[in-house]
């Protein structure tokens, strides 16, 4: 079991470092990459405990520290790593899975919140200054790659346009992106944690066709798009940000809803596949979606319909 265990926790750390640094050596397509990073600490801390994904996250970062910037390694720990530990340690303590997500969320925040605190001290600029620079980074190296592929002139003028007004989005909406990314990277690795769970561990809640989110929830959603069209700037950014983080929620739901659904259809599991793939993809069915999880709270898609007869 330890030979088992060492092996494992080995491929783990390779696998880590291929899915963070993917998108520098195989170009755009290394993106999706990007979002499987925790797997490896989280599987192998929810099959042979805990110790084994701090080996993975600790080596990773000493390793990063060799082969990538400091930006890198703090941006693994902080969207990545600290949250590839603290999601199975709540769902090994038999936590709901929603309640463990949401934990998890909050504790790689807080996480990311200290080392910005740490770094501003230290170095003494503001925070706005460190985010500035932390988008500025992002936008080198997605020209750098873009450069690399072997774009055209004309075509990375018409990117630099495209990434330069994506950076001024983010920059406005840069706390609830960033709470927004973290909450999507635990969905995604919970999922994949179900997938792969076979026998070998459990993940407690209620089932994802049954799942529904706080009633309460839409006042602050009704409010924050109140904040957004105010014309005060600092309130508009506030309900900017509170939509950014509310709306994929709204959209968890309504995959819920549609979960609901395809679990009373005989397809094949790859049909399913393919229609949550276009659910996520194909605009502009995410907004339909996320419409179908803020309306489930008064027309309860899911209630039992008696059959006409």
Known sequence: MKGQSALFTAAGIGVTLLCLLGISWIGPSGAFLNLLTPLAAAYLSMRFGLRAGVVVVVVTSALLMQLATTYTLAAYLGIFGVGSLLLPLFLRQRLPWDRAVLYTTVGSAVATALMILLTVVT?????????????????DQAMQI??????????????QQVVDGLAKFIGQSFYGLYLASLLVIQV????????????????????FSRWRLPSGLIWILIAAGFLLILPVEVVSLIGRNLLVILLPLYFLQGMAVVNSFLQQKPYPPLVKVLIYLLLLILNPLPIIITCAGVFDLWIDFRRPRKKKI
């Open 123 to 139: 170095s003494e600029i503001s925070i706005q200054t460190l985010i500035d620079q932390m988008i500025l980074a992002e936008v």
């Open 146 to 159: 873009y450069r690399d592929t072997g774009f055209s002139e004309s075509q990375l003028q018409d990117m």
């Open 188 to 207: 995604f690795c919970l999922l994949l944690l179900q997938r792969f769970k076979g026998d070998r561990y459990q993940i407690a809640g209620i089932p």
